[in-house]
Structure formats: C-alpha cells, structure tokens
C-alpha cells in the first residue's frame, strides 16, 4: 500500500505532499490541475520511464519519493530523480538503485489503469493468472511435470551425448586414469615424505663433513673434551667446588652421548646418487600429475577415482539412457496429460468469466460491450481478453479496441469479479464520458473494490468522488508570474465544498452546496 506520496518540481507541482490511507480515495480538481501529474509520479516510483519534459519550467531536476508497506508489514522508501538533463536517478531504501530494481520491487505492490499508465491486466502472464484465480485451478501438476522432464533431458544430455561425443570422451578418461594408475601412488603423503628423503640425500657428503668437524671438536682429546678435563682437575677435591665438579662430570657423559649420536646418526646417511636421482625422478612424475590433475595426491588420487566413476557411467550409456529415455517419455505423457487437463480447464472457465465481467461492465456505463475470454495454446497458456464495444462490431483484443477509460473500466470490471494481486490501484479517468446512474454505479464499483485494496482514482464526476472513502482536492494556484498545484486532504467540510464545485461550477452555492451534502450522506449510508 503507497502510504506518503511527495512530489517536488513534477509539471504543474512545484511541491505537494500527502499521506494516504487504505481504502477508496479520490483525486479531484478543475481540469489542468495537475491530477494525472499524480498518476505520472507514481509510474515513476514503480520503475517507469522518466521524461526530462516532466521537469518544471525553471527547475533543475523533478523529485517524487513514496513510501509502500507490503502485505508483511515490510516498509519501502522509494525516490526517483529526474533531471532536466541527464540521466535519471533511483533509490530504494536510502541507497542506489535502478528503473528495472523499483519495477520488480514497487511495480507488484500497485497497479495503474488510465488513459496513459500501465495496463498490467493487458500483460498475458496477468490474465493467466485472472483466469486461474477465478476458476482455481491447480498449476502444481502441470509445473511439476515440466521440471521433472527438464532435469531428466539434463540426465540425458549429461550421459554424454552422441556416440562420437562418448567415446572421444572415454579415450581421455582411460587415459587419465591408466596415467594416474600407471604410477602406482602409494598414498596421499608420498610425495612429502619424498621430499624430506630428497632433502637428506642430496646433502649427504655435507652431512658426514660436519658430524666429523663436530666429533673431532667434542671428542675427549680434542679442544672442547681437553679444556673440560682440566676444568675439572681444577676443582676436583676442593670442597667449596663438589657441586660444580658434578656438574662438569655430568657435561662430559652429555658430551660422550652427543659424540655418539653423531656418529651413528652420519654413518645411517647415505651418500648414494643413484639413489638420489631415483628420488628425484619419482618426484618428477608425481609433480607432473599434480600439474594436471590436483593441487595436493589427494587430489590426484579423487580426480582419478571420479574419471573411474564417469567412465562406467559412459561404458553403461545404453543401459542408463534406455532408463532415463523411458523416464523422460513417461514424464512427456504426464506433461501432456497435466496439460491438457489444464486446457480443458482453462477453457471451461473463460465463458463463466467472461459472463461475469460482461455484467460488470453492463453497470459501468459499457451497456452495448460484449467481452470475451479466448484461451488457446499448450495448456491454454494463450490467453486473450476480447471486447466489441458496440453491436457488429467484431471482437478484437481489448487493447486494440478499448479507449483509455473504457480500458480503465473493463480493468475494473476484472478487478471487481476476480480480485487483483496487488494492494493498491490506479484508476484515471476510469469514468470518462460518463455521468448520471451510471457514474454512481462505477463509483459504488470502486468503492468496493476499496473494501479489499487500496484504491485511488482520478475522477471528475462528484458521484464517483462522493462515493469514495476519502478525498484529495488538487488545485492549480497562480504565483506571480507562475503556475503551481497544491494537493489538499480533505475533511467532510471540504468535501462538501469541493463537491459542490463539481456538481455546479460554484463551490459557494447554497444550494450546491446542499445538494453536495446530500450525496455525501447517501453514500456514507
């Protein structure tokens, strides 16, 4: 539902602001006033075109901004900005945003009939979902089958497609697969533990070079081993030093150890190259695998896994599409049948409701229109709204026949007998060349299309606006040398003087004024 409408620098607007409520609302004024201007800003909120002509003379952009609140509770702050030159600006929420983003998001939420808006009820998605709403059909089976055959002809597809298409793809999967095995990996860790081997082997000699400088360093007749022996017979025996010469016996067992771990640890290493270019060329092969099939073995080893699983789902490719091509025909029947269902319903339905629109129309001035519902197409997803608008004249789509406001009433006729999906509604000039009983009888329409949408219309008959909820007065003021409209929410009181401006050209007449109150009443009553 639009909530807060404000527009500043829109044609005739210099700048206007309202809140609107739930309900019928009508939007009344002299002719020029700016009411369509009204309609022109909320296309504008629901992502529709923006013309720089729309700016005020003198201005430099045009900004309109709502405020909509969802069938959730879910609040949305719209302004669009159109300059007088340049390209338009749109924001959602207080960020950027585009025309297409405001259509999917605001256009849902309201719908615009008139002689120059958006015809949502024209769109053939709309009136497929008219005439399943008021027949209540059920869409599931048919969707259901659709999918279900779409993914089973990706099944087919993904068992490899024709025979020259498998078996060049069963030659590359065998040999990624004997490459792989060809190797014999031993397991995902075998290349780092290579690469330690690889590390000790080819720094062999080095190795033994350095645990000999370290033996020949430590041993007890070299300089470490000798300089401790005379440490320790220095002390040895003298009382204050007992702790310290057990401490130096103990520095020459640690050392004796180390020497010995130096000496078995340098004998175990081998300073053998052909074994280390064995190694090497090991890790070579694995490097090569990991370059085409993995970042890590284990990669390798699932890649080679997963080409093994494709290839028998390719060698058994006649077993498996037999299966998936008897799925996908069952599934074609059940698409069919599902269809066909839907046809018949669909067509069963399109006279009922063709009947009840045309009554509909009967009472909003359409006396002589004869409408009808064509439903062709798979499943009936053909769809057309036809009219003749006068006797012998042929039935033809609604959009080729209709004017604006006999559009904007056949919109309303649907609205009243099937409901719409959106909370609020647009009617401009719905009443258009139009007066008397039958102006009261496309109010009362509105009114109660009002008891389940937000409804708002552009009217200039006082029989459509008095039977209207509530009542925004549009007036055009002279400023100076300038022109500019004011929208004014109106109390009872300004109802009835606005009212009587309608009914008479005199909003101060007495007898206007009366006759105003007295049609307010009726409607209240």
């Given at each position: 539902m639009?909530?807060?409408?404000v ?8 700048e ?7 309900g ?12 369509t ?7 504008l ?21 709502g ?34 983003v ?5 256009g849902p ?27 209540k ?67 062999a ?15 007890i ?10 440490a ?15 401490r130096?016996?103990?520095?020459q ?12 640890t340098?004998?175990a ?8 270019h ?9 490097t ?26 390719i060698?058994n ?29 669909r ?27 064509h439903?062709?197409?798979?499943a ?10 006068n ?43 139009v007066g ?10 509105l ?42 929410d ?21 007898n ?5 109150a ?8």
């Amino acid at each position: 539902m639009l909530t807060e409408l404000v527009v500043r620098n829109l044609g005739v607007i210099e700048e206007a602001s309202v809140l609107l409520e739930s309900g019928a609302t009508a939007l009344t004024g002299e002719t020029g006033a700016g009411k369509t201007l009204v309609t022109e800003a909320i296309n504008l909120l629901k992502g529709g075109r923006a013309e720089p002509s729309l700016v005020r003379p003198g201005a430099d952009e045009a900004v309109v901004e709502g405020r909509f609140v969802d069938s959730e509770g879910t609040e949305f702050v719209v302004r669009r900005v159109v300059p007088a030159n340049g390209r338009s600006r749109a924001y959602l929420n207080g960020g950027l945003s585009t025309a297409a983003v405001l259509e999917n998001t605001i256009g849902p939420l309201i719908e615009v009939h008139g002689q120059h808006g958006q015809q949502t009820m024209l769109r053939a998605s709309a009136r497929r979902s008219a005439l399943d709403r008021y027949g209540k059909h059920d869409l599931v089976p048919l969707a259901l089958a659709t999918e279900s055959l779409r993914q089973a002809f990706l099944d087919l597809d993904g068992l490899g497609g024709d025979e020259i298409s498998r078996n060049r793809e069963m030659e590359l999967l065998q040999y990624q697969i004997d490459e792989i095995d060809g190797v014999l990996i031993v397991d995902a860790g075998e290349d780092d533990r290579l690469a330690k081997r690889e590390v000790s082997l080819g720094d062999a000699g080095a190795h033994g070079e350095a645990a000999g400088v370290a033996i020949e360093r430590l041993s007890i007749d070299g300089p470490v081993g000798s300089a401790l022996a005379e440490a320790l017979g220095a002390v040895l025996d003298r009382e204050p030093f007992v702790a310290v010469a057990d401490r130096l016996y103990g520095l020459q067992a640690e050392i004796a150890d180390i020497v010995e771990d130096l000496r078995s640890t340098s004998t175990a290493i081998d300073d053998d190259p052909a074994t280390l270019h064995d190694l090497q060329a090991r890790r070579e092969v694995l490097t090569g695998l990991r370059r085409k099939y993995g970042v890590d073995l284990a990669s390798v080893i699932e890649f080679g896994a997963q080409a093994q699983v494709r290839l028998d789902e390719i060698r058994n490719h006649a077993g498996l599409a037999t299966e998936v091509a008897e799925r996908i025909e069952r599934l074609q029947i059940e698409k069919a049948r599902a269809a066909a269902e839907l046809l018949a319903a669909r067509q069963q339905t399109a006279p009922k409701l063709g009947k009840k629109v045309q009554v509909e129309l009967r009472r909003l001035a359409l006396p002589k229109a004869q409408f009808e519902i064509h439903v062709d197409g798979d499943a009936g997803r053909d769809i057309e709204f036809a009219v003749s608008m006068n006797p012998g004249s042929p039935v033809l789509p609604v959009a080729k026949v209709a004017s604006g406001g006999e559009l904007s009433r056949i919109m309303l006729a649907l609205q009243l007998v099937v409901g719409g999906d959106t909370e609020s509604v647009i009617y401009d000039e719905v009443d258009a060349g139009v007066g008397g009983e039958a102006a009261l009888a496309i109010g009362q329409a509105l009114s109660d299309v009002g008891a389940n949408h937000q409804v708002l219309v552009v009217t200039h008959l006082p029989q459509v606006a008095a039977c209207a909820d509530h009542q925004i007065n549009i007036v055009k003021t002279i400023k100076g040398k300038s022109t500019a409209t004011e929208l004014h929410d109106l109390d009872v009181e300004g109802r009835i003087v606005e009212l009587a401006r309608m009914l008479s050209g005199s909003p101060d007449s007495d007898n206007a004024r009366a006759h105003a109150a007295e049609l307010l009443q009726s409607q209240a009553s």
